[in-house]
């Protein structure tokens, strides 16, 4: 069965090809021996190839023009110097009773009777069995009859002696011939397939992962060939996803170590200097070197929380309790939670929700968690006087909540990667002002987690990152 579940037509399959090319070749041989049979069997002519007459002609005269010069002639001798070599049986017989011939074979009492009355004329006589046909010339010198060139019919050889001796060589040749036609005909193509399939998973065995076969066609080598090509396209891709994994987990290392590097040097940097005996410091500068460990030991701690989270997130483990939920609550909520910061940098704080778009199916502390990291990113990267806007409305498939800025913007070479781990875009919107980081990895996470999907849009003066949740 093909990949597509319908069975193919029988004439598309190899093994129907060749079980029919089989039969079209023994059925060609047959008909050719058939030909030659039937050839044979309308053949009236008993001494098959050749004129006997013009033979025993050409005999009978030769041996009057003999008799006339010699008339005690040897005739055994002279038949079998000059006529010993032709196959076919040539006797002599001559008025007074003598019977000569070209080999050791007998003329038949019968016939000799027969053409003894004839020369004699007197009325034939015989046992009236059929003789078959008899070739004769008579043998004459001057106006006298001296005897007859007699030629019988070759014994019978019955038909399957007569097949054979027509079939034997040519029937040999043409099956020769058809069996190397069938095997260049049938097989050659069919070999080099396989040969080219043999050569496909030998290059992929060494490490050619592109490596493919031909699949043209609709027989077995041909679905064959497609499912090694598809094995190989899954396990190229699979070799490629482990591939890319891995290169994201070093560099994912790499940022881990980088980001935590940062405040552990900001922290030893400062316990050393707290700790050294000969540097004097007073109240207010030993306190402010505290404050600072604590907010970095503070951004330590989130960092690898946030870590965490994104692990579990990521991994499927982080349990969700969803519910209906009122999308306006959900903005009143986070905008509580940010409205000092908001006041802080001097900001807009509001929410908008369309109608139709009330109602959504979430787990409520990962949603406020994902717009709330949302809502921070859009602070820290807002200048003064700016606006920050939470946004419901209807969606294909479910309902779009949205955080709009109306800060500087995003460089639309950075955009397609503001979800990835640690990534670092221009100044303007870089993650060294108290982020982890992680915040949007986070909240990519958090909505897939659910089955929705994330998006982000950025032009100068406006900055649209989009959660579309879908309906349950």
Known sequence: ??????????????????????????AVVLVGQSVMVSYLARSNDP??????NAMATAIATELGVELGGNSNLDLDAYLRSRHGSVRQAVFVVMRDGRVAANSTRQLSDDIRRQVLA??????????????????SAPIQNGQALRGMVVLPPPPPRGLLGDVGRLLSLPGTLVLLAATAIAAVVIFAPARRRLRALEDAAERFGAGDLDARAPDRGRDEIARVAGAFNRMAGELKARTDALRTGDRLRRQMLADISHELRTPLTTMRGYLDTLEMPDVALDDETRRRYLDTVRSETRRLERIVMDLLDLARYENGVAPLETQVLDAG?????????????????????????????????????????ALSNLVANAIRHTPSGGTVD?????????????VVDSGRGIAPEHLPHVFDRFYKVDHARAAGDG?????LSIVKAIVERHGGAMSADSQPGRTAFTMTMPDR
């Open 47 to 52: 001494f098959g190839p050749g004129n006997p």
């Open 390 to 402: 939470l946004e419901a409305r209807q969606a294909p498939g479910g309902v779009a909540l949205s």
């Open 329 to 369: 609550r959900v903005f009143a909520s986070v905008v509580q939670r940010h409205e000092r910061d908001a006041a802080v940098a001097g900001l807009t704080l509001r929410s908008r929700v369309e109608d139709g778009a009330d109602q959504l199916t979430a787990d409520p502390t990962r949603l406020e968690q």
């Open 435 to 439: 982020g982890s980081g992680l915040g």
């Open 1 to 26: 069965m093909p990949p597509g579940g319908r069975p193919l037509p029988w004439y598309s399959s190899f093994y129907w090809r060749i079980a029919v090319s089989f039969v079209v070749f023994v």
């Open 118 to 135: 004839l020369l004699s004329g007197s009325p034939q006589t015989g046992s009236g069995r059929p003789t078959g046909p008899v070739v």
